[in-house]
């Protein structure tokens, strides 16, 4: 194998190109076709991408700490996506998940205890909250054969609600209306840089995403799941319960959900609640898609894919105040976009004949019984 | 280079009463996450702060969010900089984000509109919603009654403390309308309330989803309190009307924040309740170039004129709005003022001089409006006008 | 429609020309190194090497699937350039691949008629019928038409290939080991139907293992070796050593002849003696068994056999009858409708695939790309499915231990002679051949007690397939349990110490293979008693 043992697991994608190169092409594709569009509208592009890398990488006192924190989040979504994917499924349910996640985390308001226990306690509460929220699709698909993809988009759409409601009548603050009560101290992951977004959750995601790549290639468990995901047949064939890789990697992906949920409350100043309407949370858990599909749906991908759109987030903010000719916000989320959809394209293409098979499955249940295997 | 900056910030601080009118020259509003083009509450927060800065000769910066996670960083980028004198912040819901700001960078100047923010370089600029919402509840009861309709209806957004202002205003005002309806008709009045929070400032698709289901109950027209909903609000009202095919009278559009009366070329807007967010936001900056900034709370209400239910001077002032927002052709101005006149005949005049006197007892202070700031006032009011509801 | 290759041809003496072909794979393996080949109509070209030499790499250069590093293709009217297999086959070029290039959930019918129009045009399924019917009738090979070929037996999806092929119009077809999963019989017909191709002046490419068939239908062969080009002689010409030789690059015996001779040498007397006599039920014990089928709803009627340890117990006939679904019901893939079958007196019905293997079974199965392989894993990966929670390959936490899993992998290599870069390559850069190697070293490392293996020298170079069945044989002498499936007549007949040939889900009788003549065995699997 020529690609560095950690590469191990990054698929060589059609152009036949290392995998970090062709996203730093990609990236570079991005770049250029955001400046043409930039230049377009009467735009500097050189100033505007100035301000991009100065907001997002400027400084280690705050520019970097602040992309860090945004991609906090998105690292555990995109684990969500990226081991259900692995196992060969279609995950869309991180946003849900992390929903039910955040609630749970906010409930330990509730309670009383001591600093680190605290936060112990709401980072397990979410965690299980996700992990429970993602077997319901699982059970579905493994009980009635449900679809995942649709189960779990109507999942997030129950939780969505759900939350809602937890947010307006149960969990609320009855001073604020607008938002829960808040986690007190004690459950908070600290800010690690003053001044700063980041707090200790990204020690969790980043935990979180190397237990992920070790479960994946250094366990038979790991081991399962990936089979599962490639060739369901040949796991079958192998002695592995498909059952078995379908429940874990769904709960995995739930709890790495439901951590997100805990992070971007527990660990996010300065609400540290949810805010009525969820506008913390909103897409966080689709974002993470895209991440996954930037880190090529790998642990180690996935923690650079975080670490650039954390990047982009948080110089992009910078691009409509800086200079003369600032540009506006629509416009740099136009240019965020393109840059994202160069870097995923590679992956996407390459899971796309997955991407079919799924399709085509739906269209087939919808169609007459077939006696399809449980 | 170090000890330099060292002493130049030791002169300036020493310096600092008497330099308090050297202006850096540049103001910063941020918006909440509705962001510019909802034809009220942010670009009106826009049009305030834009207007101060042409008048002062200062530059002006606007910055959008595009989630509520922006707030923070947002803001402590702005104050990171130190090139702005005064830094706006449009919205409720920066509130949170204003407060570790403002404690972060306390020689900073902020405002912000809607939310109390104690903080001493905080300007925090409020308004007495009910009272307007008061006036548009009344007329909202009475023209209902008028047509012969069971209801009226409001759309609202995400359930914050700001919108129990509206919400106990209308409440108040509808039962005051419905009372004045008995009292000069003699005819009975019970017009009932339908209200729901949508739970979104931004998805207008929800707002046209509310309006409509409230329309087939026969709502006599749909007050928005939630922003750019109001926009799906009125497409609903539209739509009926089309159906219907009727070009005036009820069902009605009920603007906010800006005088809306023009929208869809002022044929169905009967009257908006204006909240002046560009008078605060031009208080502000102007309280900061006169030096006269303070932190603390200042209260905007019918007295102030910083709210008010739209008339036809204001009209005008909007339809001047709508057309540089590009939401209204300038050749479309004459027939959108006959449109909204039109609408306007569908009521009788002494409903309108009900709305007036309604607006002089407030004003006088004889007539009180109610107002809640939690939950637990708003549903003492809901309990206390139940409008139809069991 | 007259293709533009049809009217290349009158002008000139050659169909397609390659010169100083060569093909470097993006891990640095040279597949193909400088071969210049000339293709002409009316002739049958037979395409020889050993596994790895680089035969599916050459053709699929031939026929657009693949650029090579340097060199080109020309016809008559000068290079050509394919960027799709599409465009190959609009100017008359089709192949047939070793593995099957099908869509799983389309039916036969819907596969031809896909592979013949255009993206988003209605797929014209009537008219693909009556072709394909009438293809079936001249060409002899017979499928089912609707049902989705994923269901299909790999004999069966073979076929289907080779007729999605053939019913387009092509000038030159290549068809790439066609012949590894069909029955002399079928094999027969498909030769004639190809001589008859010959005649109208078509230009055929054949790749195959099975000298036998070169010598039956070619007129010309090609062999490579390590990738180059090693010959090119008149089959007339040549003898079968001479050709072996020219594959190994040294003197062999051959052993190529030896295959069907084994029986009847080098099975030792001892080992022959346990398939006669009944001995109780043997260590595979299959009684009454009835097995579903995804076309019928039963594929397997009311079977019962016994494998005794020390015995190879043979099941020939077409594929398509039954075997593949009796293999998985014994293995755990697919349940049962009825009946008994045990292992050791234990009952296996019912119990999935890992219960099934720590009795002790071995599978190799007959499809390597459904069943045997994770294609995108490493060999590495793909050398412990199956065998991944073994303590020497597992240890605590679920911890995998790659270094022992490395060992493992590289005394496979080096034992069964697997062409590879690496413990860390894809499986699925390997060639067919190699595929099937790991597939069976994997298997066969188990030291199982019984062996359940379908096809098992599929797609190996003869060498690699003496070697395979050497070391079945020599697990039967050391009192294994062999149960052994196979298209392959003549190796059933070789190793079995007992036959039995399946038709419809019964086997028609059971015998020991010097009790029957060819002939009869070819009534038996065609249904007849006789
Ligand atoms: N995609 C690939 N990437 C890297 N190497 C490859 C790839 N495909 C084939 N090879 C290598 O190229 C060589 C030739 O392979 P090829 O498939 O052409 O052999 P073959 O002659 O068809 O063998 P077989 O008889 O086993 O089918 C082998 O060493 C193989 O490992
Ligand atoms: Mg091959």
Redesign the interface.
Known sequence: ??EGRLLRGV??THT?VHPALESVLAAILGLLVGAVIMLLWGYDPWQAYWALLK?AFGGFG?EIP?SVA?GVPLILTALTFSICLRAGMFNIGAEGQMYVGAAAAVTVAYLRLPYPWHLLVGVLLAAAAGAIWSLGPALLKLTRGVSEVISTIMFNWISRFLV?YLV?YVL?D?????RTVRIPFSARFPILVP???LSAAVYMALGFALLVYFLLW????G??V??AG??P?????????IRRTVLLSFALGGVAAGLAGAA?TMG????YAI???L??L??LGFDGMAVAMVGRNHPIGILFAALFFGGLN?GG??M??YGEN?V???MV?VVMGTIVLAMAIPELVRIFPALVRAG?ALV?RAGPAQ?EEA | MRKWLGLALVVALVAAPAAAQALKGKV?VVLD?G?RGDLSFNDMGFKGTDKAAKDFKLTM??????????Y???L???A?SREYDLIICVG??LG??L??TAR?FPTQKFAIIDSVVDAPNVMSIVFRENEMSALIGALAAMAAAHHGYPKAGVVL?????VL?HFEAGFRFGMDWGNKKYTAVTGKPANVGLLYT?T???SDIALGKAATEAMLAQGAVGVYNVAGPLGIGDLEAITEYHRNKGTRSGPPYYFGVDANQDWMGKGMHGLASGMKRVDVGCYMAVEAVVKGTFKGGVVSLGLKEKGVGISRYEDLLEFIEFGVSAGALKPEDIAETILNWQANRKTLPDWIWAAIDELEAGILAGTIKVPTAD???E?QAIRARYTLGAP | MISAGARERKRDGYFLRAEGITKVY???TVAVRDVTLELRPGEIVGLLGENGAGKTTLTKILSGLLPPTRGRVVSPRGPVRFGSPREALDFGIGMVHQHFALVG?FTAVENVALSHERPLAPLALAATRAGLERLMAESGLKVPLDVPVEKLAVGEQQRVEILKVLSREVELLILDEPTSVLTPLEVDELFAFLRRLRGEGKSIVLITHKLREVGAITDRVVVLRKGALVGDVRTADVTKEELAQLMVGRAVGTRAARAVELSTEEIPAHAAHGAAAARGPGVLHVEGLTVPG?TKPVAVHDLSFDVYAGEIFGIAGVEGNGQSELVEAL?G?RPALKGTATIHGRNILGL????I?RLGVA?I?EDRW?????????LA?NA???V??WPQ??GP????R?GKIHAHVRSLIERFEIQAT?P??PARSLSGGNQQKLIVGRELAKDPAIVIASQPTRGLDVGAAQYIRDILVEMRDRGRAILLVSADLDEVLALSDRVAIMYEGRFMGVARPEELSRERIGMLMGGVRG
């Not at chain 1, 009855?174 to 607008?178: G, T």
């Not at chain 1, 047949?233 to 319960?241: E, L, P, Q």
């Not at chain 3, 999935?352 to 219960?355: G, I, N």
Request: charged share 20%; hydrophobic share 35%; glycine share 10%.
């Open positions: 194998m020529r698929h060589r036949g907001g705050y602040t945004r809602f307006a609320v009855p001073r604020q209306a607008q001044g700063t977004d250094h366990t038979a468990v081991y399962e990936r089979a490639l060739n047949t040949a796991a079958r064939y192998g002695g592995i319960s971007t996010l100043p300065p609400t805010i009525s309407g506008p913390d909103m897409n948080a903010r910078v409509q105040f600032p506006p916000l629509e989320r085509r087939r006696g | 910063a996450v962001g910066v606007e910055v959008q969010n595009a989630t509520a996670a922006d923070l960083p947002n402590r980028n702005l990171r409720f819901l949170d984000a407060e570790q972060e957004g995400i359930e914050i403390p129990y929070y739970g979104s400032f939690s939950l637990v708003m | 993006a891990d640095g959930t995804d293995t893939l999935d695939p890992r219960q293997y599978h199965p459904r069943l045997g392989l994770v294609l995108p894993f490493t990966e412990i499915l199956g991944h929670r390959f597992r936490f679920s911890v995998l790659w690496g860390g390559a």
